[in-house]
């Protein structure tokens, strides 16, 4: 079966750190990978997806950045964060575009 | 652009009550739109997954219904518990342009024992 693995679970950091976000699919090859951003209140934000190792596609302009070295794994960084950044963070990954897409258990990030 | 609406926004129900929440979006072009739950400060668990070409999916006390002409989902729980308490997610991911998922904001649903 597959799994989709998401860390740290919780992270506090200051204005101006640098954010290094890991996820990790596990029992498949080849998924479209998704980074959301859930403010509270409010919806989730497609951040980026990517449809295979080094492909990239930004939704909104950001201080956030994706990377996908391997197959499997999909990383969001920030050189600088922003109190902005502060949200609760997903990882999401689908087999293909109709198909159901599944959920990590999310990043909560305050900066402070 | 692609705009996903749920009504109502929060919903408070006693136990045992069979109970409606409602999806809409603006571009009927989709692949299909799925129905998630989310539990407080956790990550979304899916529930019911619905193609474009079908009208509703069942799981257990969920139904879900779509009528893509229309552009509306809706999400029906017979005889609701308090462990259905959460937010409810909708989302359709939309054809073209990639594999985006457009999620409406949901609807917090609180069961009272």
């Known amino acids: 079966s597959q799994t989709i693995h998401q860390w740290p679970a919780t992270l506090v950091q200051p204005v101006g750190s640098p954010l290094s976000l890991e996820c990790t699919v596990e029992g498949t090859s080849n998924p479209n990978l998704y980074w959301y951003r859930q403010a509270a209140g409010r919806g989730l934000q497609l951040l980026f997806y990517?449809?295979?190792?080094?492909?990239i596609s930004s939704e909104v302009p950001q201080n956030l950045s994706a990377s996908r070295p391997q197959d499997r794994q999909f990383i969001l960084s920030s050189k600088k964060l922003l109190l902005s950044d502060s949200g609760f963070y997903l990882c999401?990954?689908?087999?293909?575009?109709?198909?159901?897409?599944?959920f990590g258990q999310g990043t909560r990030l305050t900066v402070v | 652009k692609q705009e996903v609406t749920q009504i109502p926004a929060a919903l408070s129900v006693p136990e045992g009550e069979n109970l409606v929440l409602n999806c809409s979006f603006t571009?009927?072009?989709?692949?299909?739109l799925q129905w998630f739950r989310q539990d407080p400060g956790k990550g979304l668990t899916s529930l019911l997954l619905i193609q474009s070409s079908q009208r509703e999916q069942t799981s257990g006390r969920l139904n879900a219904s779509l009528d893509k002409s229309s552009g509306r989902s809706t999400l029906y729980i017979a005889a609701s518990q308090p462990g259905d308490s959460a937010t409810y997610l909708c989302a359709v991911r939309k054809i073209g342009g990639g594999f985006k998922t457009i999620f409406g904001a949901g609807t917090r649903l609180f069961v009272k024992a």
């Open positions: 990517s449809v295979g190792i080094g492909q």
């Open positions: 999401a990954w689908s087999r293909e575009k109709n198909t159901e897409a599944f």
């Open positions: 571009d009927s072009a989709i692949y299909n």
